[in-house]
């Protein structure tokens, strides 16, 4: 199965800051990651798809880069409300695999 | 708007089964794959199970597979996940998500809130 690995485990940034999140594959997986954002007693929410493509309602702030095998979440600027955890998951082939997440929380 | 709304959940020993239920409405719930996502607690996502829009292929996690059962009745708009011979690993919260493609896996584009599953005797 498909490694997802994400670093930084935790990013500590203040608001009005630039995040940027990795999520690297154990082996190519085309365009086909997804990007999700959950808070704390919620359920994720799809924030990126096809690695470049923002869900449908999401802000302008969020974007998604990469191939292959590295990909790329960026907020432009954070917002209070982006302070979550973030998880990558591909869909290449079976199974899904998600990545463990990273953690952006306040300075 | 989409709703998917999980059911089932509760306390169950190790060895014993559970049935859940996600119940979907707000979109045509025969036109979608759905997916089953689970989270231990304190850690990240897993990806289960998926059934394609009309229940003809399934495909499992490895950690899960010859266990659990994913099934579907478009009739009533619902998808289960039945679950036997758990295991205290299983413990988690079990989300059912919507795939924004039909057949071949997509991107989890809409999540219910989730139920909870303890295995523990």
């Known amino acids: 199965e498909i490694v997802l690995t994400q670093s930084p485990a935790t990013l500590s940034l203040s608001p009005g800051e630039r995040a940027t999140l990795s999520c690297r594959a154990s082996q190519s997986v085309s365009s086909s990651l997804a990007w999700y954002q959950q808070k704390p007693g919620q359920a994720p929410r799809l924030l990126i798809y096809?690695?470049?493509n923002r869900a449908t309602g999401i802000p302008a702030r969020f974007s998604g880069s990469g191939s292959g095998t590295d990909f790329t979440l960026t907020i432009s600027s954070l917002e209070p409300e982006d302070f979550a955890v973030y998880y990558c998951?591909?869909?290449?082939?079976?199974?899904?695999?998600f990545g463990g997440g990273t953690k952006v929380e306040i300075k | 708007q989409v709703q998917l709304v999980e059911s089932g959940g509760g306390v169950v020993q190790p060895g014993g089964s559970l049935r859940l239920s996600c119940a979907a409405s707000?979109?045509?719930?025969?036109?979608?794959?759905i997916h089953w996502v689970r989270q231990a607690p304190g850690r990240g996502l897993e990806w289960v199970a998926f059934i394609r829009y009309d229940g003809s292929n399934n495909y499992y996690a490895g950690s899960v597979k010859g266990r659990f059962t994913i099934s579907r009745d478009n009739s009533k708009n619902t998808l289960y996940l039945q679950m036997n011979s758990l295991r205290p690993e299983d413990t988690a919260v079990y989300y059912c998500?919507?795939?924004?493609?039909?057949?071949?896996?997509?991107?989890?584009?809409?999540w219910g809130q989730g139920t909870l599953v303890t295995v523990s005797s």
């Open positions: 998951q591909h869909r290449f082939y079976w199974p899904l695999t």
């Open positions: 998500a919507k795939d924004d493609r039909i057949a071949v896996a997509g991107s989890l584009d809409c």
């Open positions: 707000g979109f045509t719930f025969s036109s979608y794959g």
């Open positions: 096809d690695a470049s």
